[in-house]
């Protein structure tokens, strides 16, 4: 079992940055796939990005591309996602996951509001 928690998020204007971090506890987090999922109001979730089990794999939305960077610190068991220039279509719960099982995400974290004025 993992816990995860996530921090980071706030307002910020278009252009800007944020960087969010997910700290996991429970089980070895280097044995996780790593992934960050957004929600905005009245639409389902989507997914962002995603950090890969052994060397650091990552994959990305289209829409984040270029923009957002994911990334892994397993001694600290932090996962982060680096927000470059943000815009207001990003602004939405971001959720921190985790799957031990291919991209089978069993773990989810509470999430943190990003939100990205005009």
């Known amino acids: 079992q993992v816990q995860l928690v996530e921090s980071g998020g706030g307002l910020v204007q278009a252009g800007g940055s944020l960087r969010l971090s997910c700290v996991a506890t429970g089980r070895t987090f280097s044995f996780y796939r790593m992934g960050w999922f957004r929600q905005a109001p009245g639409k389902e979730r989507e997914f962002v990005t995603a950090?890969?089990?052994?060397?650091?794999?990552?994959t990305y939305a289209d829409s984040v591309k270029g923009r957002f960077t994911i990334s892994r610190d397993n001694a600290k068991n932090t996962v982060y996602l680096q927000m470059n220039s943000l815009k207001p279509e990003d602004s939405a719960v971001y959720y921190c996951?985790?799957?031990?099982?291919?991209?089978?995400?069993?773990?989810w974290g509470q999430g943190t509001q990003v939100t990205v004025s005009s």
């Open positions: 950090i890969t089990r052994n060397t650091g794999g990552t």
């Open positions: 996951a985790a799957a031990l099982l291919d991209t089978d995400y069993r773990y």
